[in-house]
């Protein structure tokens, strides 16, 4: 008589082996970033050289904890067969653009992660750089010197952090609000849909750099706002003007992903799994964010891939235009009005390139990225 084979033993072996694995890999997480706080720093590894030969070492570490992590969760799980991660990171690999475009985001976030090692000169400002304003490109200054002396090379360094905090940060904040919105919208429909639908169109009528231009405005004339925000980013650390803009994008940032989403839920909650989940008693909680909103998230990705550029365009042309960073802040696009200034004279022409490349780089990384994103989700959107 054949041995029968006990199914449910099987699945609790995998769950004990995965919850095994979650540990470990915690555990091993917390000492690696215990090792970048304490001891990778710019105080405990005085040389430049020498710190960038240690990241480069740390980078690596990092790379086969995930591939062994990685494989060690397919052979528990999916052992004799080709799981969707494999399958989606296969299709991503075969587009070349999105290739580059996430080995060029994975640059940017090095180097925003690393910034404090990676630079050469530390941020805060000494007044003796004075004497070295304007220095052109040299071993010393690779990127040359500022109108205040700073090197531009670290102050690149320094704004990739500016640039990837607000991005991720809006993004996050606008994709919470959007899929929110779109769920209960799509789910519910009428009045509530008419109404949330009214006020994204109010939204999407007006041009969206004009919309944060002025509100950002409104705060900085209001001097009690002005005051509360500028108290406020103090305890958090952040420039109160960056603060001001995150809040602006945010505020009309949500209407792409709520649409998006609310999209999806008008096909998703026709599904026959939803139909079941009522029959069996679920409870609208458990329906909208377990069987709903979580089969929103393929799209909401993509459109948080793209909508990070747009933040990071978006902030430099705030900053570049007087509405964003303050001058002591070292935004890509406070750095590309200072070199705006000097963009006549050819000597000076790297203070506008540099900085100027980071940002085309960083948004060509993410644009690409985010349509590589999208055609291995769902290869039938390829154009």
Same mark, same amino acid.
């Given at each position: 008589?054949?041995?029968?084979?006990?199914?449910?033993?099987?699945?609790?072996?995998?769950?004990?082996?995965?919850?095994?694995?979650?540990?470990?890999?915690?555990? &091993?997480?917390?000492?690696?970033?215990?090792?970048?706080?304490?001891?990778?720093?710019?105080?405990?590894?005085?040389?430049?050289?020498?710190?960038?030969?240690?990241?480069?070492?740390?980078?690596?570490?990092?790379?086969?904890?995930?591939?062994?992590?990685?494989?060690?969760?397919?052979?528990?799980?999916?052992?004799?067969?080709?799981?969707?991660?494999?399958?989606?990171?296969?299709?991503?690999?075969?587009?070349?653009?999105?290739?580059?475009?996430?080995?060029?985001?994975?640059?940017?976030?090095?180097?925003?992660?690393?910034?404090?090692?990676?630079?050469?000169?530390?941020?805060?400002?000494?007044?003796?750089?004075?004497?070295?304003?304007?220095?052109?490109?040299?071993?010393?200054?690779?990127?040359?010197?500022?109108?205040?002396?700073?090197?531009?090379?670290?102050?690149?360094?320094?704004?990739?952090?500016?640039?990837?905090?607000?991005?991720?940060?809006?993004?996050?904040?606008?994709?919470?609000?959007?899929? &929110?919105?779109?769920?209960?919208?799509?789910?519910?429909?009428?009045?509530?849909?008419?109404?949330?639908?009214?006020?994204?169109?109010?939204?999407?009528?007006?041009?969206?750099?004009?919309?944060?231009?002025?509100?950002?405005?409104?705060?900085?004339?209001?001097?009690?706002?002005?005051?509360?925000?500028?108290?406020?980013?103090?305890?958090?650390?952040?420039?109160?003007?960056?603060?001001?803009?995150?809040?602006?994008?945010?505020?009309?940032?949500?209407?792409?992903?709520?649409?998006?989403?609310?999209?999806?839920?008008?096909?998703?909650?026709?599904?026959?799994?939803?139909?079941?989940?009522?029959?069996?008693?679920?409870?609208?909680?458990?329906?909208?964010?377990?069987?709903?909103?979580?089969?929103?998230?393929?799209?909401?990705?993509?459109?948080?891939?793209?909508?990070?550029?747009?933040?990071?365009?978006?902030?430099?042309?705030?900053?570049?235009?007087?509405?964003?960073?303050?001058? &002591?802040?070292?935004?890509?696009?406070?750095?590309?009005?200072?070199?705006?200034?000097?963009?006549?004279?050819?000597?000076?022409?790297?203070?506008?390139?540099?900085?100027?490349?980071?940002?085309?780089?960083?948004?060509?990384?993410?644009?690409?990225?985010?349509?590589?994103?999208?055609?291995?989700?769902?290869?039938?959107?390829?154009?």
């Amino acid at each position: 008589m054949p041995e029968t084979i006990d199914f449910k033993k099987i699945e609790e072996e995998k769950k004990r082996l995965t919850r095994r694995l979650y540990l470990q890999m915690a555990a &091993t997480i917390l000492v690696l970033a215990l090792i970048k706080i304490f001891v990778i720093t710019r105080s405990s590894i005085e040389s430049w050289g020498l710190r960038l030969v240690i990241v480069g070492i740390y980078i690596i570490v990092w790379y086969f904890f995930l591939d062994y992590s990685y494989k060690r969760w397919r052979s528990i799980n999916y052992k004799d067969e080709r799981d969707p991660i494999d399958r989606f990171i296969h299709r991503l690999y075969r587009n070349k653009l999105a290739t580059l475009g996430l080995f060029l985001v994975l640059s940017v976030a090095v180097l925003a992660i690393f910034a404090p090692e990676i630079a050469i000169y530390d941020k805060e400002y000494q007044a003796e750089w004075k004497e070295y304003a304007l220095m052109p490109p040299s071993l010393e200054h690779p990127f040359g010197t500022v109108s205040s002396g700073e090197d531009l090379y670290s102050l690149i360094c320094y704004g990739s952090q500016i640039s990837l905090i607000l991005g991720l940060g809006v993004e996050f904040v606008v994709a919470v609000i959007g899929i &929110t919105l779109g769920v209960v919208s799509g789910y519910y429909g009428g009045v509530v849909d008419k109404i949330i639908n009214y006020f994204t169109d109010v939204i999407m009528s007006f041009p969206f750099l004009v919309l944060v231009i002025v509100l950002v405005g409104a705060l900085r004339a209001n001097p009690d706002l002005n005051a509360r925000i500028v108290d406020f980013s103090k305890g958090i650390g952040m420039d109160a003007h960056l603060l001001m803009v995150f809040l602006a994008l945010t505020i009309f940032g949500w209407p792409g992903v709520f649409r998006q989403v609310r999209g999806q839920v008008l096909s998703i909650k026709e599904r026959d799994y939803v139909a079941a989940a009522k029959v069996i008693g679920a409870s609208r909680t458990s329906i909208l964010f377990k069987h709903i909103a979580i089969n929103t998230l393929g799209p909401v990705i993509v459109v948080m891939t793209l909508g990070i550029a747009g933040v990071i365009l978006t902030e430099a042309g705030l900053s570049f235009l007087g509405f964003g960073a303050d001058i &002591t802040t070292p935004s890509w696009g406070r750095l590309l009005s200072e070199g705006n200034s000097f963009v006549t004279q050819s000597k000076y022409i790297y203070l506008a390139v540099f900085p100027g490349l980071a940002l085309f780089f960083t948004i060509l990384g993410f644009t690409t990225l985010g349509d590589g994103i999208r055609d291995a989700i769902d290869p039938r959107l390829k154009l």
